[in-house]
């Protein structure tokens, strides 16, 4: 398996254990506006609207209860995501020349950490970042830029003590209170 595609269904893996806890799909999202499923549809949303637009065929979207939706449409992930000559297609990104691959590790994989912890905040899991993690989600918004902050992304970073918890403060450039 390709290495960025293995760090994106790890990704994914990781976001199934908190979608598979989650009981209250209607409770607030740290994300102003969103409960709980409404993080979980933009998820699964922006991901098929991305391989759709670079043709793979996903089928239709999944109905249902948001953990139904999700393990649905993680199959058909599933599916896309072993052509390995479909993952290396080549095109012109929004920061330049990537891969499909590249595409979902980097941006759809710090999609999936930073609303791991959103779904899991917003119906009373505990999640926490691995160095990992937070290395990759500090090296997305270095990368990002101002970028981060358009419409419909994240929030303006919040104020937070220097001194607060490392996944505090990436939580905090996130536009998010920890």
Avoid at 41 to 62: A, I, M, N
């Amino acid at each position: 398996m390709q290495p960025q595609i293995a760090r994106f269904l790890d990704n994914a893996s990781r976001f199934s254990a908190v979608v598979d806890d989650a009981q209250d799909w209607t409770a607030p999202s740290p994300c102003a506006g969103w409960a709980a499923a409404d993080v979980l549809d933009h998820v699964v949303d922006t991901q098929r609207d991305f391989l759709e637009k670079r043709g793979c065929d996903l089928g239709s979207r999944p109905e249902g209860r948001p953990d139904a939706i999700w393990q649905q449409h993680l199959e058909a992930l599933h599916r896309v995501v072993a052509d390995e000559d479909l993952v290396t297609v080549e095109y012109d990104g929004y920061f330049g020349r990537t891969t499909i691959a590249a595409t979902l590790a980097d941006f759809y994989g710090f999609d999936l950490i930073a609303h791991r912890w959103d779904i899991g905040r917003s119906t009373g899991q505990d999640v926490t970042f691995s160095e990992a993690e937070m290395d990759a989600l500090e090296a997305a918004v270095a990368g990002f830029g101002e970028s981060l902050y358009g419409e419909g992304i994240c929030a303006r970073p919040v104020v937070v003590h220097e001194q607060a918890p490392r996944q505090t403060r990436i939580l905090a450039k996130l536009g998010r209170r920890a």
